[in-house]
């Protein structure tokens, strides 16, 4: 039986859509028109409007997050020329004298003709909206997004937001957006953001480690613009790029320029700017993990047997550097990846035990599939992190874990186990995957999401090609992993410039896909959690439970595996967001 409160909220849900609805253009059949999307859902080149097109805006957000829809125009039989959209001004308030910015950016779309593993894991081919281009330079203001044409029979969706400072009083703002064609009027988009009553931490509360260890983070993207391998324009890029990560509640986990300076026998080479540059890198506000580099190659060829003094001598002097400086929470290190040979799992072990002889503190992580028999037989109790491929994720054995210290996180790559699906995250896949991870995350206690990178640009690269134009980032054989690896898309191709006196080199500058903003709405979705589970802890998990694990409640319900039967309804995980800000606005 379903809880009373479930009802009301999709019955008040339902309403909002059915009063949009009400107010829809008066235009006949095959005229242009246009319609209101949540962020949670696309609008492919050729889809026809709905019957019922919502054509308001009405948004709910805490104080400190970002939340936003997206305005459809589709052409009609006849098309339009010169579209643009026009905010009337900031969102004002009748009760105070607070003002909110709204940000448009027109959606571009891909045409993806290989479905992501061959439509085995449930894509399909099609022309998908993706990257976002700003309507404007958000550092010059120079206008990025002319205005643009609508083709008879197609769409062009454009993505707004509204960020929430955390200064502002709670309550409703109002504003409109206007839609016009060849300099006229088409269409007003009334707009109305309510302000909750609380503000969510700037620090977030689940880790993640985004573009860690792959060479399309350190130098892919570097040769995609041209730029030297470590020149000033590298950094600059590079800068650029985590500034966009930790605007969307995601951490790069190692930074360019990050590495520790090391001598022959092990010790830390310090200097006083070194210490400056590296503190600000990890303790700069939204990076809460950090991940130092140690392995089996380096810094050292073999640090297990001829160089494991020197090993040592690392790796006691590098946490003495993080604990000194009090950074030492946000530090783990990751040995290997994806171990699956007896070989591979006992070099991790080995290298494990090493780091923990240089100091038991330190937190050894590693990632892989759970389901590898050598996490049993060499791992647990070795290692302090986990984190774990979700298809494989296994409830029972991490409770047991999590019970003798251990911590454990998700992750996930390509598309994977295609015959029991999980929130695969290529373009080619719901919205929703990418959003729906972090309660997934909340309803096991799971502390973190890992992901292997977020501008893979090399071997679309090496085609010749572009990401704006061939949307295969990652290819094996035949097969197209489409966008795999890539959340960000190059400026150069739409002159988005970073001016010099941002990042200290003139760059070209990163470009968001709806994906990272899904990735973005999750985060907050889990402060909301982690706030509601403050005031109701069973309400929190009910509401978890609700979006990330398809309402199962079950006693054993908690050893099934909910990285595989996740609530793919949209409406749901927003009404379960109206239902957690009614918990933690409760007695307020």
């Given at each position: 039986m379903q809880p009373m409160w479930i009802f009301k909220i999709v019955a008040v849900v339902a309403l909002l859509v059915e009063t949009g609805g009400a107010n829809r253009p008066t235009a006949g059949r095959g005229d242009p028109s246009f319609y209101v999307l949540s962020s949670l859902q696309r609008a492919m080149l050729t889809d026809p409007p709905p019957p019922n097109p919502c054509t308001r805006i009405d948004l709910s957000a805490a104080r400190g997050e970002t939340q936003a829809a997206q305005i459809v125009v589709n052409g009609g039989t006849a098309g339009l020329k010169s579209v643009d959209l026009i905010v009337s001004g900031p969102l004002a308030s009748d009760r105070t004298a607070a003002i909110l910015t709204v940000k448009l950016y027109?959606?571009?779309?891909?045409?993806?003709?290989?479905?992501?593993?061959?439509?085995?894991?449930?894509?399909?081919?099609?022309?998908?909206?993706?990257?976002?281009?700003?309507?404007?330079?958000?550092?010059t203001n120079a206008r990025l997004t002319p205005s643009f044409d609508v083709h008879p029979q197609e769409t062009q969706a454009v993505y707004m937001e509204v960020a929430v400072p955390e200064s502002v009083a709670a309550g409703s703002y109002k504003g409109s957006i206007a839609i016009t064609s060849a300099g006229r009027l088409f269409a007003n988009v009334p707009l109305t953001l309510t302000v909750w009553n609380f503000t969510i931490p700037k620090q977030p509360s689940m880790h993640t480690s985004f573009q860690d260890y792959d060479s399309g983070y350190a130098n892919g993207a570097a040769k995609?613009?041209?730029?030297?391998?470590?020149?000033?324009?590298?950094?600059?890029?590079?800068?650029?790029?985590?500034a966009l990560l930790l605007e969307h509640r995601l951490v790069p986990a190692a930074p360019l320029d990050s590495l520790f300076r090391?001598?022959?026998?092990?010790?830390?080479?310090?200097?006083?700017?070194?210490?400056?540059r590296l503190t600000a890198l990890i303790d700069r506000p939204g990076q809460n993990v950090f991940e130092l580099s140690f392995g089996p190659s380096y810094p050292f060829h073999d640090p297990l047997r001829a160089d494991r003094p020197k090993a040592i001598t690392y790796l006691r002097e590098a946490y003495r550097?993080?604990?000194?400086?009090?950074?030492?929470?946000?530090?783990?290190?990751?040995?290997?990846?994806?171990?699956?040979?007896?070989?591979?799992?006992?070099q991790t072990r080995a290298l494990a035990d090493l780091i923990h002889e240089a100091n038991p503190e330190w937190r050894?992580?590693?990632?892989?599939?759970m389901d590898e028999p050598g996490f049993a037989k060499y791992l647990f109790g070795h290692m302090d992190l986990f984190i774990?491929?979700?298809?494989?994720?296994?409830?029972?054995?991490?409770?047991?874990?999590?019970?003798?210290?251990?911590?454990?996180?998700?992750?996930?790559?390509?598309?994977?186990?295609?015959?029991?699906?999980?929130?695969?995250?290529?373009?080619?896949?719901?919205?929703?995957?990418?959003?729906?991870?972090?309660?997934?995350?909340f309803r096991y206690g799971l502390r973190g999401l890992l992901y292997w990178t977020s501008a893979y640009w090399d071997q679309i690269l090496a085609r010749h090609h572009s990401p704006w134009s061939d949307p295969c980032s990652l290819r094996d054989g035949v097969t197209c992993f489409n966008g795999d690896g890539l959340l960000i898309y190059p400026g150069k191709d739409v002159d988005y410039v970073v001016p010099e006196s941002?990042?200290?080199?003139?760059?070209?500058?990163?470009i968001p896909t709806l994906r990272l903003k899904a990735l973005r709405d999750g985060m907050q979705d889990y402060e909301l959690l982690t706030l509601a589970m403050q005031r109701d802890l069973g309400a929190a998990?009910?509401?978890?439970?609700?979006?990330?694990?398809?309402?199962?409640?079950?006693?054993?319900?908690?050893?099934?595996?909910?990285?595989?039967?996740?609530?793919?309804?949209?409406?749901?995980?927003?009404?379960?967001?109206?239902?957690?800000?009614?918990?933690?606005?409760?007695?307020?």
């Open positions: 027109r959606e571009h779309y891909v045409s993806i003709s290989i479905p992501s593993k061959l439509g085995v894991g449930g894509a399909r081919a099609g022309i998908y909206p993706d990257a976002l281009i700003p309507f404007r330079n958000p550092f995609y613009y041209g730029y030297a391998p470590g020149s000033p324009e590298h950094a600059s890029m590079a800068r650029a790029m985590d090391v001598d022959s026998d092990g010790h830390i080479i310090e200097s006083e700017s070194g210490n400056r550097w993080f604990d000194t400086r009090g950074l030492i929470r946000n530090a783990f290190i990751r040995t290997n990846d994806e171990p699956e040979k007896d070989a591979e799992f006992q050894v992580a590693i990632t892989g599939g774990m491929c979700a298809p494989t994720f296994d409830p029972v054995r991490a409770r047991l874990e999590t019970s003798r210290g251990a911590e454990f996180w998700s992750y996930t790559a390509v598309v994977q186990n295609t015959s029991n699906p999980s929130p695969y995250w290529q373009i080619d896949f719901p919205l929703l995957n990418f959003r729906v991870m972090p309660w997934i995350n941002v990042y200290g080199k003139s760059v070209w500058g990163p998990t009910a509401a978890a439970i609700e979006v990330g694990c398809r309402g199962h409640r079950d006693p054993g319900d908690a050893d099934r595996n909910c990285f595989h039967d996740w609530n793919t309804d949209p409406d749901v995980l927003l009404a379960m967001r109206a239902h957690l800000a009614a918990v933690i606005l409760k007695q307020r």
